[in-house]
């Protein structure tokens, strides 16, 4: 009989235990970090989408650049793009690591684009970091690099004394 009350009243805890948080939702109320939205990790998905649909007047939205206006940066990309083949296949974001004012999303892209060495077609799948900052309550791209699997740098020439 005592065994069949503990079996309950564990029962009964566990039940408890399980439906008072069931509904609850974590919300960080830290006033120090205020959240603005999109998010950096949306941010950068939005602008590669953009890229990848070669859709520049977009991917401008999603950017700082303070020395050009949009019509130049749109002329800017379709020369870049059209000079280098660039196509991109798809991206996955790593992750992404936020500061008070900046942040940095890590992101895998699968592109096609043409090699300086070669002048070939080069299938890369290379991972790249993105930089962001916080202006006007949203952020904006303001740069990128390559830190794997990037395309070939052009060998320097070795000269014989």
Known sequence: MKFKRIRIFALFLITFSVFSCADKTIVDNNPERPK??????????????A??????????????????DEAGYVIQMRNIYAENQIKINSFIVLGTQIYEFSA??????????KSPTTGQLVNLN?????????????????????YEDCLEEIPEIEIAE
């Open 36 to 49: 603005y939205d999109p998010s950096p990790t949306v941010v950068v998905e939005r602008f590669l989408k």
């Open 51 to 68: 890229l990848q649909d070669e859709n520049f007047k977009r991917a401008y939205e999603y950017t700082y650049a303070p020395s050009t």
């Open 104 to 113: 940095t999303v890590a992101v895998e892209i699968n592109q096609v684009l």
């Open 126 to 146: 290379q991972k790249s970091r993105y930089s962001l900052g916080l202006y006007d309550k949203k952020w904006k791209v303001t740069g990128g690099d390559c």
